[in-house]
Every structure is written in C-alpha cells, then in structure tokens.
C-alpha cells in the first residue's frame, strides 16, 4: 500500500506517541543494530527511521539518537547538491535550509546565507544519513522504499516531509513557475529583500485562502518592511496593503486586539476576506476576489520591477501535503 500523507497528527498525538516511545526505551538503554551499508538495492533496518532532513526530521533525529543510540536511526534526506566557490575550491554541499528566516532576509535583516547550512553540519553524528528520496511508505510492511531501490525498514517511523509548495496553482497565467525548490524560494526572498529596501508605491502582503506553512509570515514580513522603510526614511512614499482571505487580523483574540492598534498606529491597510486570484505580471497588477461576495473582484497596481517579484505576494506558500 502507497501511503499517502493527507494529514498530520495534532501536537497532542505526537507529545502521547513521544511519551510512548520514552516508556518503551528509556534514554540510555543501548538497542541492537541491524543495518548494513547504503548500497543500491540493499536492505536495511533501523529501530528508528526519520523521513527528512528538515527543521523537524533534524530536531527530532537528535532527541532519538539520545533515546535510541546513534547506531538506530537514520534520516532519510536527499537535499539538492549545491556546488559553491570556497576560496578558489569547488565544493558540493547538500544544503539544509532554515525557512523561518527567511522572513527576516525579505526585511533585509539577515542575509540569505545565513538561512541555509551543510546538510551534514547539522546531521547528529553517529546518526546514518540515506542520501535519498523517499518514493513508498508501506505502514503494513514497517518499511519505506527509497529511489535508488533501497528497502528500510523499522520498528519507528517519523514522518517529517515538509510541504511542496504549488504557486503556479495561484498565478499560473503569468507565472512560468512550477514547484520551487528550496534554494529558489530562499533567493526570491534575497530578491524581496532588495526590492522592501529600494521601493516606493504599493506593496501588498497576502495571507492565501489556504492553510499555509507559517501564519505569522505574511504578517512578519509586512511589520519588518514597514519597520525598514521609516528607518531609512521612505516610509512616506510606500503605501502597505495587507489583503487578507481572513474575517479576523489575528485567530486569537487577544493577540489580534493588540495587532489593530499596531497597524493603525503605523497606517497600515487592512483588507479582510481578500483572495488572490490572478497576478497580472506584463501590467504589475494583482487581482483579489471577495470571499464573501463571490465574483466581485478588485485590482491593486502592485509596484515591482521585475515579474518574478511577484512570487512574493504569496510566498508563505500554498500548501500541499498529499504527495
Ligand atoms: C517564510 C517562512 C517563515 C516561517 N516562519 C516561521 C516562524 O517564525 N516560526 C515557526 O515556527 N515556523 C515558521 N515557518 C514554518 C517552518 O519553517 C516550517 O514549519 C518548518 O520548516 C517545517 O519543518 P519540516 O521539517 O516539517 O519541513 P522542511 O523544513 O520543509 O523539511 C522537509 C525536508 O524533507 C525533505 N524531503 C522532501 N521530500 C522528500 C522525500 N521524498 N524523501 C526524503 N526527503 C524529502 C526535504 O528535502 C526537506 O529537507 C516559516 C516558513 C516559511 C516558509
């Protein structure tokens, strides 16, 4: 059976299986190794196998290697190869990225090398890194097939595959974009970051119509922008627009009551119930529906240079977990 990951357990499923696991194998009791090498084709077997190398699959391989032993769990985790000049040396890195980040080099506050490391400086040591792509989970089995024909199996499985992002799902007219992977996405922010520091106009943050990866992003990076501008003195030349497909500013009460005084303090447009549908690159426009008067639509001139500049309205990101 293919498994197909629709949804992910609530914090309170993993806090109970974590608490199951601990009263298992509690920290310190050595575990027997079964795995062999990572040939092609090869089987193998961990007590604890991680699928990605993400913020989440890192954090929790480390809390595992410490309950298990680094000899029983392995991270899963391709990574892109990235080739990079280091004083006159080529070197191949498999980069993990940071994407909370991100937000902060779109301000212009960190810079993006800052946001992506060596996978392997932040693999925990002892623990086997699978330099592949998971293709197959099979729970009935307990075990995973990788691309290169590997078979894994295990006695835990965590799940930790991040989310693919499908912006040409919200601008495909004009956006000649397919899935974006990491390193692209966290250059469009390097990009945002030039354009919050030079522009003038309208910038519009949108928060999608969709759950995204990181509710607070769209927000974030509106409230930097706006920080950036008045300390650099352009703040009077930019007006900020925040469409939002939401009823509410803030989805608890008390945070969005304080959030209110802050964007009418700083004169920022808020637009409740505003669902991007259309970019228009060739005249910088971007078109928003109103989900409570299906059809009615309206235009904001967008000011960007460039027509991948647009990415950005939307870069929290869609969503898509099923694959
Ligand atoms: C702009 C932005 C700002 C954010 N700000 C915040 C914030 O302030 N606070 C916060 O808590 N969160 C924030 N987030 C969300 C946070 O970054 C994510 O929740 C977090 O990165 C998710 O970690 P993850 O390990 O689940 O996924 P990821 O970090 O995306 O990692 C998934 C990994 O799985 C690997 N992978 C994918 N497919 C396969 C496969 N088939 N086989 C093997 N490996 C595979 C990928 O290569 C990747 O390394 C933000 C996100 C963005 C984009």
């Known amino acids: 059976m293919k498994l197909r990951l629709e949804s992910a357990p609530g914090r309170r499923d993993r806090m109970a299986a974590l608490r199951r696991l601990r009263q298992c194998h509690p920290t310190g009791i050595a575990l027997s190794q079964f795995h062999t090498s990572s040939h092609a084709s090869a089987k193998q077997h961990y007590k604890m ?11 929790m391989s480390a809390r595992m ?20 000049w280091l004083s006159k040396n080529l070197s191949l890195f498999q980069m993990h ?26 693999m925990p040591s002892g623990v086997k890194w699978v330099k592949s792509k998971v293709q197959e989970i099979n729970p009935d089995k307990n075990n995973v097939l990788t691309d290169d024909g590997t078979e894994i199996s295990y006695e835990y499985l965590i799940v930790a595959l991040g989310l693919q992002l499908h912006f040409e799902k919200d601008c495909q007219k004009d956006l000649n974009t397919q899935r974006l992977d990491q390193t692209t996405q966290s250059k469009l922010w390097g990009k945002l970051g030039k354009l919050c520091r030079t522009s003038k ?70 637009n409740m119930r505003q669902n991007l549908i259309e970019v ?7 078109v928003f ?25 939307h870069f929290s990101g869609k969503r898509d977990s099923s694959e």
């Open 49 to 59: 196998l991680v699928l990605g190398g993400g913020s989440g699959g890192i954090s």
């Open 97 to 122: 990225y940071y994407q909370p980040i991100w937000t902060l080099v779109g301000a212009g506050a960190k810079t993006l090398t800052s946001s992506g490391r060596s996978t392997a400086s932040v």
């Open 280 to 286: 228009r690159a060739d005249k910088q426009e971007a």
């Open 201 to 270: 106009g309208n910038a519009v943050f949108t928060f999608p119509n969709t759950p995204v990866k990181c509710a607070g992003a769209p927000q974030k990076i509106m409230y930097l922008t706006d920080a950036y501008l008045r300390k650099t003195g352009k703040r009077a030349k930019a007006n900020i627009i925040y469409n939002t497909s939401l009823p509410v500013l803030f989805g608890i009460k008390k945070y969005a009551d304080s959030l209110w005084e802050i964007v009418k303090q700083r004169d920022l447009q808020i």
């Open 289 to 313: 529906e109103n989900l409570d008067k299906p059809g009615e639509t309206k235009v904001f001139q967008v000011t960007v240079s460039q027509q991948k500049l647009f990415l950005p309205l």
């Open 65 to 84: 290697k410490r309950m298990f032993g680094a000899g029983n769990v392995a991270v899963v985790e391709p990574s892109e190869a990235r080739i990079l």
